[in-house]
């Protein structure tokens, strides 16, 4: 008999998404043709200058400890970034850099929620926030974002009524995973003043923030993005 894992880890499932690419891989391994509507892979290369200075940072031996917040030139590029972008007054010295949009997710995950705690999803939502919480000993509740003209959208009482003396956080994503829903003024208003009044943190995972600005720069029209 092996050691088990902890009840947490024990209680989360697998990720249908991953199995459905093991799957399609194996098929294609031999020699199916699979038409990928799957992971959501960019259709552009990272930005040459990004890349190059990767490839210079290896050639100079860039590979020692750093602080484990990030660089500071980073941090305060993005702290740089928060401000001229949101006009918020963010310090270098209380940002953390991580590998992705999840690292940061499970990090702060672990830093505010305790077993027992609950966190609201807005559902739909991306699969993993579900695991993210469960992994922490804290309980996932989703609450169905009503369906309206097409959009799902965040209304008050669904949201306010999941609310209880357990609720710790609201897990938001805009633009969102699997929806491509974007928040509107009066919904992150809503989502703010139910956090305000009950003391709840906010965990916003922005990694689409700017799928909005590139397609209204490419002229393209989608009928998800709202104002
Ligand atoms: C909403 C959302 N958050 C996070 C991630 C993962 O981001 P990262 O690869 O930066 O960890 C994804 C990837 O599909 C996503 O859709």
Request: contains cysteine; aromatic residues 4%; negative net charge.
């Amino acid at each position: 008999m092996s050691p088990s894992p902890s009840p947490f880890a024990a209680a989360i499932g697998g990720s249908a998404v991953v199995d459905a690419r093991r799957r399609a891989d194996a098929l294609a391994a031999r020699g199916v043709e699979i038409l990928d509507f799957g992971i959501g892979e960019p259709d552009f290369e990272p930005p040459a200058p990004v890349r190059e200075a990767l490839i210079r940072a290896v050639r100079e031996g860039r590979d020692k400890y750093v602080d484990p917040r990030g660089l500071l030139a980073l941090r305060e590029a993005i702290a740089s970034f928060e401000t001229e972008r949101h006009g918020l007054a963010a310090d270098p010295d209380a940002l953390v850099v991580t590998t992705g949009s999840v690292g940061a997710l499970s990090l702060a995950s672990r830093a505010l929620f305790a077993p027992g705690d609950e966190v609201l999803l807005l559902e739909p939502c991306y699969g993993p926030y579900r695991n993210l919480v469960t992994l922490t000993g804290a309980v996932a509740v989703g609450v169905a974002c009503a369906k309206r003209s097409g959009r799902f959208v965040v209304e008050r009482e669904p949201l306010a009524a999941a609310v209880t003396a357990k609720t710790r956080a609201i897990i938001v994503n805009s633009p969102c995973n699997p929806t491509g829903r974007v928040l509107r003024e009066p919904e992150l208003r809503i989502i703010a003043g139910i956090a305000e009044e009950h003391d709840l943190w906010i965990l916003s995972d922005e990694v689409y923030t700017d799928i909005p600005r590139m397609i209204a720069g490419s002229g393209h029209q989608s009928s998800h993005l709202g104002p």
